[in-house]
Each structure stands twice: as C-alpha cells, then as structure tokens.
C-alpha cells in the first residue's frame, strides 16, 4: 500500500501533538515534593533558614519543600545521606560545620563535601555574638581582650560542644587578636548558656537568637558582633572589625545542595527561584527575628565562598588542634 504525501504529513502532525501532550511529553521538573534534609535537631537558626526558603519555593516550583530533620554525628549522617540519594528530589542545608570544618575536624569522613554535593545558593548568614557576663568588668572587645591578656588562663568561656559554632568563632577570635582563654565545651548551647547566666562561664560566642533576649534583660553584656556590619538588633554595639581587626568576620552560614547527580538544568532553576524566595517580604520577616542575613545567590558564587570558608576554617581547625568530641 502506497502512503500518499497528504497522509504523510497528516501522520506526522498528529506525532507532534502526541508529543506536545503533558502525558507524552518529558516529565517536568520537580515531579514529587522535594525533601529538604537538615542535619541537625529541630529548632534553631538552621531550620528557621530551610523553611523560610522551603515556604517561598513552594510558591513558585509547584511542588511542596519538606524540612526534615536528621540529627547525628555533627551532621555527618545527613550529608552521607543525601550524597548518596538518587531519587532527583533531596537536596540538603549545608552549613559551616558541613562544608568547612568537619572535612579538617574528622580524620575520615563518609562524604565529600566538594565531590558529593552541587553547590545551589548561599541562603543566609547568623552573626556570632561575642557576649561576656555583668561581673566581668569589660565594656567592649578591646577592654576584654586587655583583660584577658593580664590573667592568662585565668579565665574561660563555653561553647555547645566542640567543632561547634561558638567554639570555632572563639578560637577564631583567640587566634586573630593572639589570646589565650580556656575553653570549656557542654552539651548543647543549653547547658552553656545554663552556666553562662549564672556566672560560672566568663564569656562565650553563641548565634544572635539564642542570646538576644538575655542581652535586652541585661543577663549578658554583648562586647562585638561577627556580622561585617552592625546589627539593627543592637545599634550600639560595635563589630569586631570596628575593634580594630579590619575583614574580620565570624558568622554561622546556611546554604543549599544537592547530591552531585542532579542535573544542572535542575541545580539552576532551584539557585534562580531560591535566590528570590529569599528576598521575599515573608522570608525576610522571619529571617530578621532571628537576626540572620538573608544572602540568595548562584551556584558559582556558593562554590567560591565555600572553597574561600574551607581555607579559612583548615587554618583554625589545625591551630586550635579540635578534635571531635
């Protein structure tokens, strides 16, 4: 049987809107609600950033952001995890911890923070707050720092643990300004800040939300911020770079990833609607009750300032010889 002209093309215009049908079309992008994974324990700054991004994105992706929570192992469970997730929708909240320090606190990990993972967008940034208590008589950084020099030992501050944020933002601090204080790590920022309010600690870094509070009701006597600027929070205090260390800078950062198998036409539309999402009116209302810093950004951006974190926090790891609890 001879196929004339006419049903040729008849044939082939009925393919193309076969093709053009959602149901013979390439499946679009999410398919399913995306899983976004938080390796730490419900509540704090690191799940008030992954939902502040998750409840805008599901605005405009068409598909729900979960949160869900992971705890273990200083993240360490969680990033292995999700490295190895297949499945197109789980992507992760990397953070200091995760990306620039554990690589240098650990001697083996079950992931690779620059192979593993696909830089998405820097989310937001927490400034450290660098508190001491009333009986300590210093009113700002540079009067500590005096102080501490002439008792040597003598005094001490607490972290939640070490590797933690405000053990590393103090070891920081005491290798910048060349100080020596002892350091007492706990079990959580809790337990700290239990022995902090009471006197029984003499300083202590700790994310601007945990602390605030304590800060307005005069419990604590914040000394210098880690943020590059002043806060609106607290007006009147100066930054530690005002103090006269130029380019410092001590901030927890939260950002987003995904296993490296996600194609990057997908890492790319997540980095673009993420980078809004986080400028939006109701992201940064929530943000700003924590005190953070919204950032947004490309992928190529992330990458850089994660390799830029990474350098900067091997130098502080290995000179403050931390080690996993």
Known sequence: MQITRRELLGAGAAFATLQSHPAFAQAAWPSK???????????????IVARAAAGELLKTIGQNV?????????GNIAMAEVARADDGHTIILGHIGTLAVNPYMFD?????PNKDFKPISLLAKVPSLYVVHPNVP???????????????????????????????????LKMTAN???????????GPQLTDLLAGRLDAASVGAAAILPHIKAGKLRCIATGSTQRL???????????????????TQWYGML?????????????????????????ALERLNNDAAQA??????????FIAAEQKRWKLVVDRARIKPE
């Not at 899983?35 to 324990?41: G, L, M, T």
């Not at 100080?179 to 920022?189: E, R, V």
């Not at 995904?258 to 109701?282: F, G, H, V, W, Y």
């Open 232 to 250: 609106p929070q607290l007006p009147d205090v100066p930054t530690v770079a005002e103090q006269g260390f130029p380019g410092f800078e001590m």
């Open 33 to 47: 609600p995306i899983r976004f994974v938080v390796p730490f324990a419900p509540g704090g700054s690191s799940e």
């Open 66 to 74: 979960f949160v869900d929570n992971k705890p273990g192992a200083s």
């Open 138 to 172: 210093a009113k700002d950084l540079k009067e500590f720092i005096a102080l501490v020099k002439a008792k040597p030992g003598q005094m001490n501050y607490g972290s939640a643990g070490n590797g933690s944020a405000g053990h590393l933002a103090m070891e920081y």
């Open 258 to 282: 995904a296993p490296s198998t996600m194609p990057q036409a997908n890492i790319d539309r997540l980095a673009a609607e993420t980078a809004k999402a986080m400028k939006t009116n109701a």
């Open 179 to 189: 100080i020596f204080i002892t350091h007492i790590p706990y079990k959580g920022t």
């Open 108 to 112: 083996k990990l079950p992931y690779d």
């Open 295 to 304: 950032v947004g950004g490309t992928p190529a951006q992330f990458a850089q």
